[in-house]
Structure formats: structure tokens, C-alpha cells
């Protein structure tokens, strides 16, 4: 089949050699005739000298016609180039009638022609005309008086010149037919060298184009078409691996996309959702469909198309959805024809927001848990300095709630900077191989006289040893006494502790179990905080600040290990100490 870079270098072939042929024809043509012309011209020069057209004018005088004319002319015939295409003739000077002539049978339709008209003027007619149906040349010969007797002249009708011409015609036509076989053969040998390569590299684009990278050109030649082919190679290669490059581009930020914890959504320019991470239901508490609309998921926020056209920005707006707090930044995105969709994206303030609340309630408690005391001491001052007769008894009393008042706020103080001290893990602590349960004896001990005054059995069921453990033992110290302590303030009269101790997964425990008051389970999640307190009264009457347990917990957290708090209402606690046990678990006796 032609294909078509193989038609066009037939045409082109075909085209050269037609021009080719047709310039040399013509020039070869052309040539010929013009040789054949100056042939013509120089054969007559050679007979009709000077000479032999005195000789004839000299004859001419005696002669009544052109027979004597015709037969000295004869004797020249050969050099002439007289035959049956060429012919002499003698005309009659005056009339131009024929006389006489190689061939009579022509002489009745003799023409005259404008050399014959010329000779008979009294001038040679030599002009040949190059596209004419003949060439001739006509001489005058005068009489004595110089007036034109006769004109001789030749005629060759050109019919030699044209066969001669159609002859050579003929073979370059059969030549360029030829040529023409030769070109189209050619053609398509040298479309062949050119459209294989080029047709492989078509095969491989449509193959790239089908994202199949895999296979590359061959490379046969180094002329342009293999540079070509080597050029397309390195681009395919490159395209490999811009497009790799991007799929990894795309894969990560579709990653990014899917995992990040703030809702990204996008809505066309009516609204509708086009797409969506998994995060937004997360945070939206919605099921999200491809029907999903803006006004859908946002009915209150009315964002103004004029707003974000402005140099693009975002504009940011609080949502409150699914118990969370949301900061939503809604941006505009430019679309396919001139469109405007709208971004959004959802982040959760909820912490901050509970951060700021907790961070508030906090200053608030502190203000609250001074005032207090403050208030206290401020009242019992005023009243000692205001009262002249006020017995000493009264005054001791007085100043004796003064001094306790002023303890607590030292203590709620003492406790609060403890506790920076720990948020700011400025706290220094002497890490270093300590044992869980000579801790808790100590506390124990510490502890066995307090709880006796208030009527309390302090049980102790520690085991014989435990796995080893590090950390500063002081401050631990002080957990398991915090944890005590809380086990007797909050107890029954008559009621017991019992103190335990174990090992489990890796970590150590002691627990403190007491037959109390306990916690309501709603005030579980939050005895960990700061200043909080079920029973304000109980507490505050027996010394406490409420940071008692934020406290430990902080120690325990800064150990690596944590509390755990567990209670029945009305029966009773049970408070664990969790540390992770030391790497090769040494015991300690
Ligand atoms: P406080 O100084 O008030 O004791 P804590 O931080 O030590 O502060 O304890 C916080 C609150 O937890 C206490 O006010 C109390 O209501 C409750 N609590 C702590 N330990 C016990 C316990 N063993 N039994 C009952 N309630 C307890």
C-alpha cells in the first residue's frame, strides 16, 4: 500500500525526472535544430560564394529561362543537400514565377516566401526563422542592367529535422518512462529506510501513549533518523520518569490527602461537592455522598462570592458540629472555564478550645482557692487590730487560724509551683535504681500513726520483693503518701486500708485499697485535674488543695509510669501506682 510520505517521494520523483527530461529535451531539441540550421547555412555559403553567383549572373544575361540556371545548380546538388526534402528552384527575377527546379512537381505551389520576396528586392534572403515550417535562403541574380533576372534559391521543408526531432523525442520519452520505473523502485526502497524507523517510532509513542514504557525504539542507523530514534529513546526515558516522579508526587499528597487530620473539601461553582477526605465525615459527623452541597453541610455559614474574589484570600468562620469545635477556612478555586469553586478546610479546635477552658477554669480556681485564705486572714487581722479588749485566749485562736490560713496558701502555692515545675519538666529528678516496695513501707510507716489517730487499720500485704525499678525515690515517696494520705482523709470511721504490691507485663504496682467514702463514677474522669474535688468541704477542712493527685500523676508520667483510679460509691477506693519495671528486672528484697 502507498503510504503517504512513500506518495509524496514518488511525486517528488516522478516530478524531478519529468522536469529533468523535459530540459534536456528541449535543450537537446533545441540544439539539433539549430546545428541542423547552421548546417543548412553553411552548405549554402559554400556554393553560393561570391564566385559562383557572378558566374550565374554572368550566364544569366544570355538565358531566356532557368533551365541552364537549374542544371548549373545541379552539379552542385551533393554539397547542396538536395533530395526529396530539400529542394532548388529558379523563380523569375520580376514575377516570381517558378522556372525551373530539382523538383517540378513542387514548383506549381510555389510559395513565396519573405527570403524569396527579399531576393527579389535585389537582397539575399537568408533569415531562418527557428520555429518555422522551412528554411530556405534566395539569392538574386541580376542582369547587365542590375535589375533581379532570376532568383535561385533552396528550400528544405524541415521534415529530415523533424523526424530527426520526433526520433529523439521518442527515446527520452522511453527514457523517462524508464526513469519513471527506476524512481518509483527507488522510492520505494528509500521509503522503506525512512518510514520503517519512523513507523517503529510511531508504534513505541502509541505505546507510551498507552503508559507502556517498557519496550524502547531500535536504533539502526546513526543518520537523523536514528538520532531521532536516540533523541525519542531519552525522551521516553525522561517522560518515564517525570511521570514516576509525579505518580509519587500524586501517591504522597493523595497520602497527605487521606491521613491528615484536618477535613478538606471542594465544591463546584453550584455548590456541589466534588471532593472530600475521610477526615470531614470524621469531623462533620456526617455521612458525605456525591450529592453532598454546600448548603447541605453548611447551612448557617453564607460565604459571599464577593469576599474571597478579593486577591483570593481565606476566609476563616468558627462551626460548631458533632461536639467539636471547627475552624473552617473557606478559599476560593479556580476551575475549568472561568468557573469559581470554593475550598474548605475543616481544622478541630476542640483541644485548643478545652485547653483555653481548662486553662481559664484553672486561673479561676486559683483565684478562688486564694481568696479564701485571704479573706480569712484579712477578716481575723481587721478584727484583732480594731478590738481593744480582746482577751488573749481570743487572740491566740485568732492568730492561730491566721498562721493555718497563711499554711494552706503556702501549701497551695508550695503545690502549684510544683506542679510548672513538672509541666515544664523543670523538676529535677534523681533517676536512679530505687525499689517500689521499700518505698511503700516507708509511706507506711510515715503514715501508720495518722491513721491510727483517726481510728483506721492500715493493712500492709506486700509481698517479699519486687522486680527492681528507677526513678527518685523521693518523689515517688511522695506519691504513695499523697495516695495514703487520701486513703484515711476520705475514709469511714473504723474503716481500713490495706497496702499491695505485684508485678505484671513488665511493670511494678502498689496499690492502696481503703473501705471509704469512694467517688461517684461520673467524677472518675476528672479527679485528675487540677483543684478538682468531689467533696470541697471534706477536703478543704482536711488540709487538702485539690492538686494533690494532679500531682502524683504528673510523677508517675514523668516515670514512665501512671496511676490508676477505681472506686464504688460509698464503699470504698482502689488507688494503683503503676512504674515500669528496670531492664533485667534485678529484685529487691
Ligand atoms: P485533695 O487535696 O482534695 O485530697 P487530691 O488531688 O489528692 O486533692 O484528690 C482530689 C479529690 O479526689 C479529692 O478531693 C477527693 O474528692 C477525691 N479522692 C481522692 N482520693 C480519694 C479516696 N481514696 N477516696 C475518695 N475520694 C478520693
Known amino acids: 500500500m502507498f503510504r503517504s510520505l512513500h506518495r509524496k517521494l514518488v511525486l517528488v520523483l516522478v516530478l524531478l525526472i519529468v522536469s529533468v527530461m523535459t530540459v534536456v529535451g528541449t535543450f537537446l531539441i533545441n540544439s539539433v ?21 557572378l558566374t550565374l549572373e554572368g550566364n544569366a ?57 527579399t531576393a527579389m528586392n535585389g537582397t539575399v534572403g537568408q533569415e531562418v526563422e527557428l520555429l518555422g515550417n522551412y528554411f530556405d535562403v534566395a539569392i538574386p541574380i541580376r542582369d547587365t542592367d542590375g535589375s533581379v533576372r532570376f532568383v535561385v534559391g533552396v528550400l528544405d521543408d524541415k521534415t529530415e529535422l523533424k523526424e530527426l526531432n520526433w526520433n529523439l523525442f521518442t ?16 522510492s520505494f526502497l528509500l521509503s522503506k529506510t525512512i518510514t520503517d524507523p519512523v513507523e517503529r517510532l510511531t508504534e513505541q509513542a502509541s505505546r507510551i501513549a498507552g503508559g507502556d514504557f517498557s519496550q524502547s525504539a531500535e536504533i539502526e542507523s546513526n543518520d537523523e533518523i536514528g538520532v531521532l530514534g536516540q533523541t525519542f529513546n531519552d525522551m521516553s526515558r525522561q517522560l518515564e520518569t517525570t511521570l514516576l516522579q509525579e505518580e509519587e508526587e500524586r501517591n504522597k499528597l493523595d497520602t497527605l490527602f487521606r491521613h491528615m487530620a484536618d477535613g478538606m473539601l471542594a465544591f463546584d461553582s453550584a455548590g456541589r461537592l466534588m471532593q472530600s477526605n475521610p477526615a470531614v465525615e470524621a469531623l462533620l459527623g456526617k455521612r458525605l455522598t456525591a450529592e453532598s452541597t454546600y448548603q ?36 476560593p478555586i479556580r476551575l475549568e472555564a472561568d468557573k469559581q469553586g470554593l475550598m474548605a478546610v475543616l481544622h478541630d479546635v476542640t483541644e485548643q478550645q ?7 477554669e484553672f486561673v479561676a480556681n486559683v483565684s478562688h482557692e486564694l481568696r479564701t485564705p485571704l479573706t480569712n486572714v484579712r477578716g481575723y487581722a481587721e478584727t484583732l487590730m480594731s478590738a481593744d479588749d480582746i482577751d488573749r485566749e481570743t487572740q491566740v485562736r485568732f492568730l492561730s487560724v491566721i498562721s493555718s490560713e497563711a499554711d494552706r496558701m503556702t501549701r497551695i502555692v ?44 492500715l493493712i500492709t500485704r506486700l509481698p517479699d520483693a519486687l522486680p527492681g525499678t528507677v526513678g527518685d525515690a523521693e518523689r515517688i515517696q511522695q506519691v504513695v503518701v499523697n495516695i495514703l494520705t487520701n486513703a484515711i482523709k476520705y ?46 468541704a471534706r477536703s478543704r477542712e482536711s488540709g487538702g488543695t485539690g ?22 460509691y460509698g464503699k470504698g477506693s482502689v488507688v494503683t501506682l503503676w512504674l515500669p519495671a528496670a531492664e533485667g528486672g534485678a529484685r529487691h528484697d
Open 491 to 536: 475514709n469511714k470511721p473504723d474503716g481500713s486500708i490495706t497496702v499491695t504490691g505485684g508485678s505484671k507485663g513488665g511493670r511494678v504496682f502498689l496499690r492502696v485499697e481503703d473501705t471509704g467514702i469512694g467517688v461517684p463514677k461520673e467524677d472518675l474522669p476528672r479527679l485528675f485535674e487540677r483543684f478538682y474535688r468531689v467533696d470541697k
Open 171 to 186: 527515446i527520452l520519452i522511453r527514457a523517462m518512462l524508464f526513469g519513471l520505473v527506476v524512481a518509483i523502485f527507488l
Open 296 to 331: 447541605e453541610l453548611f447551612p448557617d455559614v453564607q460565604v459571599q462570592q464577593e469576599d474571597l474574589a478579593q486577591d483570593g484570600r481565606s476566609i476563616e468562620v468558627d462551626f460548631a458540629a458533632n461536639q467539636r469545635f471547627l475552624k473552617i477556612y473557606f478559599a
Open 547 to 568: 492538686l494533690g493527685l494532679a500531682i502524683a500523676r504528673q510523677i508517675a508520667e514523668t516515670h514512665g509510669g501512671s496511676i490508676t483510679f477505681d472506686s464504688k
Open 354 to 360: 478545652k485547653l483555653d477552658d481548662s486553662r481559664r
Open 61 to 117: 544575361a544570355h538565358l531566356d529561362n532557368g533551365a541552364e540556371l537549374r542544371d548549373m545548380i545541379e552539379a552542385y546538388s551533393a554539397p547542396l543537400g538536395i533530395d526529396a526534402y530539400r529542394r532548388f528552384y529558379v523563380l523569375d527575377g520580376h514575377t516570381g514565377a517558378y522556372l525551373a527546379g530539382s523538383d517540378d512537381s513542387y514548383g506549381s505551389d510555389m510559395e513565396l516566401t519573405p527570403n524569396i520576396l
Open 33 to 53: 535544430t539549430s546545428y541542423h540550421i547552421q548546417e543548412f547555412r553553411s552548405q549554402m555559403y559554400s556554393v553560393f560564394t561570391g564566385e559562383f553567383i
Open 414 to 457: 508550695k503545690d502549684l509551683l510544683t506542679l510548672t515545675r513538672l509541666d515544664y519538666n523543670r523538676m529535677e529528678m534523681k533517676m536512679e535504681p530505687m525499689d517500689l516496695l521499700a518505698i511503700g513501707k516507708k509511706a507506711v510507716q510515715a503514715m501508720e500513726m495518722e491513721a491510727k489517730n483517726r481510728g483506721l487499720t
